[in-house]
């Protein structure tokens, strides 16, 4: 049985949340504040975490990069900021997914599903992985490492899936739905911002033009021969 942990303040909220969540059959926790919820992710076992912003103790922002240190599991922000700037930094310290309240249970225990889903495929998947050697990038899929230089280059665990996905698909340019409908593992909604956001940070660590944007389009992996 999968476990999910519920980082979340506002009881009415938490028990919708638990309450979808057991009906599909996932053991779900919830604590109420951010110290004791961030002292049990790292400490317990679980699948995923649903995380609110605004905790009475702890900014949510900065449980969320804490449990990015350690953690390699889907974390779902589920918040009322609902500014662009707001999601934009929410994922930015490493969350999968961004859904603003008041939100469509649905819809919520959908994008739970399809991300426990990717990450068993991810999981799946590094075993068959194949090395990727270019220029000076090497890039891991079963230990998950990255090396730029000879230099090991951390990244969060959607930073490497983007990036192993674009290196995987050289010289082919990907739109951002279908970066995102791969990558994420499911339909945009309208969140292309999310992939320009990753890949931010992918080229901030990785100071070389391996990733071309091409205008209007999107992304393509350029690999020349050698």
Not at 130 to 138: H, P, S
Request: aromatic share 8%; proline share 4%.
């Amino acid at each position: 049985m999968k476990r999910i942990l519920v980082i979340e303040d506002e009881q009415g909220i938490a028990e919708v949340e638990r309450d979808y969540l057991e009906l599909e059959g996932f053991e779900v926790v919830v604590e109420e504040n951010g110290a004791s919820g961030l002292k049990r992710a790292l400490g317990e076992s679980f699948d995923l975490l649903i995380l609110d912003l605004m905790l009475p103790d702890m900014d949510g922002y900065a449980i969320c990069s804490r449990l990015r240190e350690e953690q390699d599991i889907p974390i779902l922000i589920v918040s009322a900021k609902t500014e662009k700037i707001d999601k934009l930094r929410g994922l930015g310290f490493g969350a999968d997914d961004y859904i603003t309240k008041p939100f469509d249970p649905a819809e919520l225990l959908a994008r739970v599903k399809a991300h426990l889903a990717r990450y068993e495929r991810i999981k799946g998947s590094s075993d068959r992985g194949i090395d990727i050697n270019y220029r000076d990038l090497t890039i891991q899929p079963l230990s998950r490492r990255v090396f730029f230089m000879g230099a090991e280059v951390s990244l969060t665990a959607k930073e490497f899936d983007l990036l192993y996905y674009l290196a995987s698909n050289p010289n082919r340019v990907l739109s951002k739905d279908k970066i995102f409908s791969d990558v994420w593992g499911m339909q945009p909604y309208g969140d292309s911002g999310t992939v320009v956001v990753h890949l931010t940070h992918v080229r901030e660590k990785i100071p070389m033009d391996y990733i071309e944007t091409v205008r209007g389009v999107g992304y393509r992996f350029t690999m020349l021969s050698e």
